[in-house]
């Protein structure tokens, strides 16, 4: 059961930051939502739809407060190829089965993935997503009029410079707001949202998928969905940790898991695309002073307002407007600490995020860039681990015996340096090899280990392993292969 209070801070405990956060949020979604749908080459109203129910189911099943999820691009791009080939309807279903695979995700507690992403990839993840997010905004910096340079530098300069006189209203609405005044009262020639694309009329209806309910219709749908499931669930997951870290404040990441998948299922029967959470809308709605459900909720429920009751003041705001507030989230998103951090920074880890940063500026596909950065981040963790283990030995008084002695971790990355350091040739008619102080982690391990004793034992050697722990001899009882018969009695515990 939620407990009534932390469920009323939730969502009442800033109701007027909330609001206004909420109406800011639901502008900037507009030309993302359409330019999205575009990627995945389908109607507008999809993308739109999309962000409209995605945002006011998460607002309550999400495990992350003032986090903003909706149509995306990283779900987009995925959605190509199915919708060309087989239509909308199939995508409907491809995004309900996305939604199940996120809820199994959440139930299967998946959301601790997240601790195995280093900070080296989370600044990476920002640094590429602002960068992305800036070369969106080129489109409308190239070609365009005068006026159109003159409304960005004036809503840039509105943005920055409202917060040194008040912070009462965000100031991201102060612009959208003067701005759509003086496109208006001056007639300029720069693009608005009319041009965006047609805006749907209606509400959206509900209605599942026609599609054929058989088992080649979920073989075709399935590589798409688990896609879909998988990237939708990283970017989200992602951004709110970003999110905790801007309002330091703790989320539930399997709930969120859980409220991803439940709010693309909504979004699909309502005939809308899949989505996640958008961290360029996030940023905008936390700087703005959301930190509350209620922020999420309205700016869906504001962006359906807008798309059925006032499209007309709607299509007078100009892009231009639009775009001040989306090179404001470039720049605050950016972590320009990071840059200068670089020298002074571990090489390992400034390579990870400058990795990561580009292959996602490169494939522009955030999880094959936050893959990237963890691969790379698990090989230079598994360097420096297999660095700490050590071989030492020493002769015994009447030179027949050599002892060595391990410490450290021995696994795949330290396995060969473990067997080279133990030379199995020496003319002593004993070898002890104590491990009190290592640990054995793999079948890597026990392979070196084998190594080491059967080539000893081909000279004629006796060998002797002492101090394995409980652990260690458990993987040599069940996988090391070295006349297993005679090396159980000549294992002793510590």
Avoid at 117 to 143: C, K, R, W
Wanted: aromatic residues 6%; proline residues 4%.
């Amino acid at each position: 059961m939620h407990n009534p209070s932390k469920l009323a801070r939730a969502w009442f405990a800033n109701p007027r930051g909330d609001i206004l956060s909420g109406i800011v949020v639901a502008l900037a979604l507009i030309p993302e939502a359409i330019g999205f749908s575009v990627i995945a080459g389908v109607d507008p109203k999809l993308g739109l739809y999309a962000s409209v129910v995605i945002a006011c189911v998460i607002a309550f099943t999400g495990g992350r407060p003032a986090m903003i999820s909706a149509a995306t691009a990283a779900t987009a791009v995925v959605m190509v190829d199915l919708v060309r080939e087989h239509g909308v309807q199939y995508l409907f279903a491809a995004t309900i089965l996305m939604g199940v695979l996120q809820i199994i995700a959440g139930v299967l507690k998946l959301g601790r993935l997240m601790r195995f992403v280093s900070q080296s990839v989370m600044t990476g993840f920002v640094n590429a997503l602002a960068i992305l997010i800036f070369l969106a905004q080129l489109p409308e910096l190239t070609g365009v009029t005068p006026a159109t340079y003159g409304l960005i530098a004036l809503g840039l300069a509105i943005i920055y410079g409202v917060p040194r006189l008040t912070r009462a209203v965000p100031s991201p609405l102060v612009a959208i707001a003067v701005l759509t005044a003086i496109t208006a009262v001056f007639h300029l020639d720069v693009r608005t949202v009319a041009h965006l694309g047609e805006l749907p009329t209606a509400l959206p209806r509900f209605a599942l998928p026609d599609v054929p309910l058989s088992f080649e219709t979920l073989r075709l749908l399935l590589p798409y969905a688990v896609t879909l499931a998988a990237v939708g669930l990283l970017e989200s997951l992602l951004t709110a940790q970003i999110v905790d870290d801007m309002t330091e404040t703790p989320s539930s990441k399997n709930r969120e898991c859980v409220g991803q998948g439940l709010a693309n299922m909504a979004s699909a029967v309502f005939g809308g695309m899949g989505g996640c959470a958008m961290i360029g809308q996030s940023v905008i709605n936390v700087s703005s002073g959301a930190r509350g459900r209620l922020s999420t909720l309205v700016a869906g429920a504001f962006l359906l307002l807008l798309l059925v009751a006032l499209q007309d003041l709607l299509a007078l705001v100009p892009v231009a407007a639009l775009t001040a507030v989306m090179i404001m989230v470039s720049l605050n998103t950016f972590s320009w600490r990071s840059v200068a951090r670089l020298r002074t920074n571990p090489l390992p880890s400034s390579a990870v995020m400058l990795a990561t940063v580009a292959v996602v500026v490169a494939t522009r596909d955030l999880a094959l860039g936050v893959l990237a950065g963890v691969l790379l981040s698990g090989v230079f963790f598994a360097g420096k681990v297999s660095r700490l283990s050590r071989v030492d030995s020493d002769l015994s008084a009447d030179g027949r015996t050599r002892t060595y002695r391990v410490s450290g971790q021995v696994f795949f990355a330290s396995a060969g340096t473990f067997a080279e350091a133990i030379d199995g040739l020496e003319p002593v008619e004993r070898i002890v090899i104590d491990v009190h102080a290592a640990h054995f982690w793999d079948i890597s391990a026990i392979g070196a280990l084998d190594r080491v004793v059967v080539k000893a034992r081909r000279q004629g050697r006796r060998v002797e392993i002492v101090g394995l722990n409980a652990a260690s001899a458990t993987m040599v009882e069940r996988f090391a292969t070295h006349d297993k018969a005679d090396d159980a009695a000549s294992l002793s515990a510590p």
